[in-house]
């Protein structure tokens, strides 16, 4: 017996790899597509991030002068004042106002990958190039 396959085999074979190409090159475009959404979406988003972001700046800057200002004032103080429960409480004013920090929004990130990865690639063409019969 000659291991072969039959020509019913071959060409469901033949078939069967072409169309896991076509498959593949269909779900690659389809995920470009929504990757092209998502940049879109992603750029809208971003742009009101950087809005959030310029007003926190702005709030950062002012907490900044204003703790600065205070502090001034309140270094200016005698010792005894300070020590009075009026300059402790002012100490914390200040020291809240000091403390009070902006960082910068988490900066969001979602593209999709094509799904061509070297895993799918070689298992299609492993499958491709199974051979037809065996060597004699």
């Known amino acids: 017996m000659v291991f072969r396959l039959s020509k019913f085999q071959a060409k469901r074979h033949a078939e069967l790899g072409e169309e896991a190409e076509r498959q593949r090159a269909i779900l690659n475009q389809s995920v470009s597509v929504a990757n092209g959404e998502i940049v879109s979406i992603m750029e809208r988003v971003n742009a009101v991030r950087m809005n959030l972001q310029n007003?926190?700046?702005r709030m950062a800057k002012l907490s900044e002068e204003i703790a600065s200002e205070f502090r001034?004032?309140?270094?200016?103080?005698g010792d005894a004042w300070k020590?009075?429960?009026?300059?402790q409480s002012a100490d914390e004013f200040v020291s809240e106002w000091e403390e009070w920090a902006c960082d910068d929004l988490v900066k969001f990130r979602l593209p999709l990958i094509e799904v061509d990865p070297a895993e799918v690639e070689y298992r299609i063409r492993e499958f491709r190039e199974l051979p037809t019969e065996a060597q004699s």
């Open 72 to 77: 001034d004032e309140f270094e200016e103080r």
């Open 55 to 57: 007003v926190l700046d």
């Open 83 to 87: 020590e009075s429960d009026r300059g």
